[in-house]
């Protein structure tokens, strides 16, 4: 269980969540695949690519170098791409291909971080377009990730402005701690892969979710806990039938009327009887 709510006059603290596979059960940019082929902006042949790397991603991670085949691959891809096509299929597509597969273990700890006063923030590899969307959609108060090149026409031109992997999540999580006044001994940081040790290491409570081997024989060896997260679920499952439940001055307020009210129908059959 996490700490109650934090003392504020204490310095800051964050938490960093992966996204893939650690908050969503899936790869998010591959996840789109489908909606990006329906869209015409990838043929036939590369759905199926993208939807072999999916399984694979899936089936055991992915390492270093197949991380870089796969960046040099969808870099190529998206040469050309309308920014905002891909923005607006990302945003009619989110909640059917993304909704269902947050992973409720993870929807919990963002909540409980966010309850004890901590920030929360998605450090992902995906490009932005598909994870901004998506941290609004968790709750969450600051992205980082992937930035491609966007031409003068508005289109992706295939090289990468920032690359959201490795040591550099881990410089991102320390320039955010240094403008936003996190104590990063007192902050959290989740993952699911070994490629993120940087990140992980950045942080005093580092947390293995699903880890690969590697990340996982690091986790033992370091003594860091490990997180299993098996249920993914629509966040609007999570809410409750009644989700505005009754204020309790509301109710006080309701049960005075109620008496009032049986209190005025009690003096008018006496009233009308005694005048019988």
């Known amino acids: ?93 989110l909640h059917e291909l993304i909704d269902p597969i947050i992973y409720d273990e993870a929807a919990s700890l963002i909540e409980q971080h966010h309850a004890a006063g901590r920030d929360v923030v998605i450090v992902s590899t995906s490009g932005a377009e598909v994870v901004e969307p998506v941290g609004e959609l968790l709750g969450a108060d600051r992205v980082v990730a992937t930035r491609m090149v966007v031409g003068e026409d508005g289109c992706f031109t295939g090289e990468v402005e920032y690359y959201a992997y490795g040591p550099t999540k881990a410089e991102a999580i320390r320039e955010l701690a240094a403008s936003e006044g996190y104590e990063l001994d007192r902050c959290y940081a ?27 024989r690091e986790a033992f060896a370091r003594g860091w806990p490990i997180l299993e997260f098996r249920h993914p679920v629509r966040l609007k499952k999570r809410l409750p039938a009644f989700s505005v439940p009754a204020r309790p001055a ?9 008496a009032a009210a049986t209190a005025g129908l009690v003096w008018y059959t006496n009233r009308r009887r005694g005048t019988a």
């Open 250 to 258: 509301l109710v006080a307020v309701a049960a005075i009327g109620a």
């Open 1 to 93: 269980m996490l700490r109650d709510v934090e003392n504020h006059s204490l310095p800051r603290a964050a938490a960093f969540f992966d996204l893939d596979k650690t908050v969503i059960a899936k790869s998010s940019t591959l996840t789109f695949s489908k909606s990006f082929y329906q869209g015409g902006l990838i043929n036939r042949r590369a759905a199926l690519r993208t939807a072999y790397a999916q399984f694979v991603f899936l089936a055991g991670g992915l390492d270093h170098d197949q991380m870089e085949r796969m960046r040099e691959y969808l870099s190529a891809l998206c040469r050309g791409w309308n920014v905002q096509q891909v923005r607006e299929i990302v945003a009619e597509t």
């Open 190 to 216: 989740y993952s699911d892969s070994a490629t993120d040790l940087p990140m992980l290491q950045a942080v005093g409570h580092p947390h293995a979710v699903n880890p690969d081997r590697a990340l996982r």
